[in-house]
């Protein structure tokens, strides 16, 4: 079962390093800013941003950025901003990649850090205002973009998905997928957490998140720092959405299942879709013994022919098949007259998440809730509620006599987008 704790330890697991601020101020960031203070004549504004100032962040995925904006009235260009900065780090020693709208930071004197990186994001702010917009040297075309990095981080700070967001960069890490991060907090924001009360679990929102896999580069979102300007939802390819809608619609899958162990294993682990599928199933079986011990896996009575198709059409659904939500089944089990003096019953058991939570997992026998002639026909209709397998049985029971059992009927259901 599927509780806050479980996540809560994972994300301990995953804690950074106590002392890490103390250590990127003292050793790393003083030194950037003296570096940087020593290439210009007038000295800039520093500021923090990435994952650590947004609280996001991971001891293996921590960023973080050093904002360094010169006022509106310097007659330095971004572009001399940019460049002088890259210069300024490189005569002083620094390890540096040019980014787009950055500068990398990896190291110094030839010596790579070690779990640590530092995105120095030069810019300018602009003239008009009060909210303290500002302009970044685009590198790849030669342009600048207005934006305003300290309001994008506010926005994060003040989110209530920020487990959520620590949660699915340890999917991105294990799975090895590219998520920009910026990108994945604002849909988590934007997106999910609107759909949210403010008392929801931790395990609630994960599966919320999950949930809207299939909007991730189909649903726009918008820079908060400039909405009108900077469209990014170019930030991926489609092909890399897709990947990322493939591997957020597995986490939901697992998560469903309400299997705490193959949700660790899944958030942890890089195992192949096939194997997860089978894994998925195991779960379910699990789950649906642990609230029926009169289901039996394994032995079949001769005789017991248990089917089903769609209520009011002549489609068939065979063990194994998926069906929608909503979908009304009728269940049929023609018995021998061999059979005859035994009391069948039907044993219907919902594994999931969603049938835990709607306190519909049932379990118990169940009588034939259709009547009919002849006596050899026993019918049984459900509707299809919860996401989820789920299981069909009839068993039969005679003073003195063994239990018999049809053959177990597996029916998924899923209500799940294509991606």
Known sequence: MLTDAIFKELLSKHQIKDGLWEHFKNVIRDPIESAINEGFDAKPNYRYGGSLAKGTANKDSCDIDLLVYFESDTQLSVRDIYNGIASALTKAGYLIQKKNSAILVYGKDYRIWEDISVDVVPGKYSSGGDEKDVYLYCNKDDSRLKSN?????????????????RIIKILRKTHNFAFKSFFL???????????LDDNSSLVEKLI?????????????I???ANPNGNNIMDIHSNSEFFTIRE????????????????VINYLISNSSINDLETRIAEAYQKNAK????????QIQSPLLSLSCHIKGTSTTVQSGDTVDKETYLRFEINKSSFYSGYDFKFVISNAGYEARIANQLRGGCEESNVEISPSSRLIREEHTSYNGNHYVQVVGFKTGSPTLYSSLFVVKVRDFKSC
């Open 208 to 220: 919320e998140f999950s949930k809207h896999y299939f909007e991730i580069g189909i649903t726009k």
């Open 185 to 195: 907090e604002i849909f988590a924001v934007d997106v999910v957490e609107p759909c």
């Open 222 to 224: 918008y820079d908060p």
């Open 149 to 165: 990095p300290e309001k994008q981080i506010k926005k994060i700070q003040s989110s209530k998905m920020k487990d959520v967001v």
């Open 290 to 297: 642990q609230h029926s011990n009169l289901l039996n896996y």
């Open 247 to 262: 591997f957020i619609k597995n986490l939901y899958e697992v998560l469903l299942t309400d299997d705490e162990h193959l």
